[in-house]
T-cell receptor, first 116, second 116 residues
Framework: DGGITQSPKYLFRKEGQNVTLSCEQN?????MYWYRQDPGQGLRLIYY???????QKGDIAEGYSVSREKKESFPLTVTSAQKNPTAFYLC???????????????FGSGTRLTVV | AQSVAQPEDQVNVAEGNPLTVKCTYS??????LFWYVQYPNRGLQFLLK??????LVKGSYGFEAEFNKSQTSFHLKKPSALVSDSALYFC??????????????FGRGTQLTVWP
């Protein structure tokens, strides 16, 4: 089955450490997205990528970094510069526009990051 | 600018009663509109979408939504609520002519609680 996989499901990090969240898709989607979800704040876009080796900052990119070396993979690194990293992180993918704007996103099941 | 508003943080309804979750949007062109549902500690699941055509759209699990261009609304409805419908619901919009390369804009979410 095609889908999008996030790992791990739960992640604990000590303050001052960087941590990388994995996101892999086998849907052949060009675009991938990272969102952060906090209670009562909905979804906030961190980074997105429309094509391999290219990505753009979203609304809350500070303290985060990404790479897009392969079409299938879009890992997110939460750096020590992120002041409040404890949150639920969601990865999504979609075909790009250009005749396919009627597609929505397919979401992964999320990673819950806790700073201890 | 594109945006989505979900004016109610919470909606409570008794099982068997009809439910409505409200959504209004703002885009410069004709919108593509989506509803997603999220269960605790899970990713978002697609419910339904409006692209063009009939203003009443039917989706998964008996949900439907009505597109109203004059009121810029896309309210989610279900004739008879189930306890299992209790979840967090997100409305999203995309302007297919926009320069943001297919990005979806999400509302803050509405927590639906169905009482037995």
């Amino acid at each position: 089955d095609g889908g999008i996989t996030q790992s791990p499901k739960y992640l604990f990090r000590k303050e001052g450490q960087n941590v990388t969240l994995s996101c892999e898709q086998n849907l052949n989607h060009d675009a991938m997205y990272w969102y952060r979800q906090d209670p009562g704040q909905g979804l906030r876009l961190i980074y997105y990528s429309q094509i391999v080796n290219d990505f753009q900052k979203g609304d809350i990119a500070e303290g985060y970094s990404v790479s897009r070396e392969k079409k299938e993979s879009f890992p997110l690194t939460v750096t020590s510069a992120q002041k409040n990293p404890t949150a639920f992180y969601l990865c999504a993918s979609s075909p790009t526009t250009g005749g396919r704007a009627n597609y929505g996103y397919t979401f992964g099941s999320g990673t819950r990051l806790t700073v201890v | 600018a594109q945006s989505v508003a979900q004016p109610e943080d919470q909606v409570n309804v008794a099982e068997g009663n009809p439910l409505t979750v409200k959504c209004t949007y703002s885009v410069s062109g004709n919108p593509y509109l989506f509803w997603y549902v999220q269960y605790p500690n899970r990713g978002l699941q697609f419910l339904l979408k409006y692209i063009t055509g009939d203003n009443l759209v039917k989706g998964s699990y008996g949900f439907e939504a009505e597109f109203n261009k004059s009121q810029t609304s896309f309210h989610l409805k279900k004739p008879s609520a189930l306890v299992s419908d209790s979840a967090l619901y997100f409305c999203a919009v995309r302007d297919p002519r926009g320069s943001t390369l297919g990005r979806l804009y999400f509302g803050r979410g509405t927590q639906l609680t169905v009482w037995p």
